[in-house]
């Protein structure tokens, strides 16, 4: 993180912590409990802890408590607890085809393994103000469970299972670009190494992953309406469970928990010369921490563009979209122009003086010379034109 609060004005500077903490609470209304905040504000928990780069959802909570709910100062409390906390393991490779999954989707095939599956989701849902929320109670909540629970009929649930992937039906006709080349296979942990240009597929995805969601949906947005070459469709989208693991000191591989995550995988069409091979389809891929189906579909559209050989469009630049879609590099930065600059604004303010003394000082002496021709020539003519500028300027 490149910018943190500065020091000096001590004072002044606790005054303001309080003043802010009155805001929070002048109101007197009930506060709000970090379970409350865990459940009811599911989506905002998953946005912190995905930009934040930590899976906690209770910390997460509490930084959106503790900010108000300003997602970007949360997402930097919870990087900045990263910090503090030892690296004691590092997790054996994720198998998202061990997905407990709550959603999925393609559109890319109306048939898929297992069927769609909608889950929870507001995408087919008419964005209408409910307003008969003011005056929701604890028994509006019950009520509502115990109408939903009274729906399920226990004994047609279908067995747990996972399911194959929308990507193996592309595979068994050998129409997906192999992988395997050495980029795909440089890993690199950008939490410990400084990230450089070119940066390998592992590098940049870490980098998406803790991105800001509106910073990755403009420039994938901008890449589809042209600026770019990408306009992918949704292979397959999954929002679930995956197990993970990780292993101890003696070399035994131990299962600690689930994680929740949502992984887009993004089909496009790649365009080669009819006379060196037949065209084929590549895959852009995301995944992130909770639910966050626009991060990770935008993930996968950048992840494809950043491959394009033309790097003339933002999207496909690798610098540009990395270092511009770091909500806390870029809020850090953008922020930091509230420090005082006194000395460098001084600098600039004293130079436009003088510049503007001495534009000054050259028009009054060019308007001397031409008053002075004028009184020189004889019967009111009109004056010869004189150069104000001395012959060495």
Known sequence: MGYVAVKGGTDAIRHAEELVEFYRVQAQTPPLSVPQIMTQQRLGVDKVMGEGGLYAPEYAAIALKQTEGDVFEAAFMLRAFITTMERRYYSETVNTREMFVRRKISASFREIPGGQVLGPTRDYSQRLLDTRMVHETETDLQAFLNTFAARIDKTRLPEVRTYDKVIDLLKREGLLQPVGNAEDRTLKDITREAITFPAPRSARLQML????????????????????????????????TVPLRVKDPSGRVRHIGQIPLTEAEM????????????????????????????????MGILDRAMRSPDTSSPAND???????????????FTNHLKLPHYVTFQAGLSNLRQAIDRANAEAAVAGGVAAAATAATPNGAPAPHLDPKPAHA
């Open 209 to 240: 992953s803790r991105a800001e969601t509106g910073g990755l949906m403009a420039l994938g947005y901008s890449s589809m309406r042209g600026f770019g070459a990408t306009h992918p469709t949704v292979g397959e989208l999954r929002y679930g």
């Open 267 to 298: 089909v496009s069409t790649i365009k080669v010369s009819k006379k060196k091979q037949a065209p084929y389809f590549a895959i852009g891929y995301g995944l992130c921490l909770g639910q966050n189906d626009t991060k990770a579909i935008c």
């Open 318 to 332: 690798a610098e540009f979209v990395l270092y511009h879609t770091e909500g806390i590099e870029s809020m850090g």
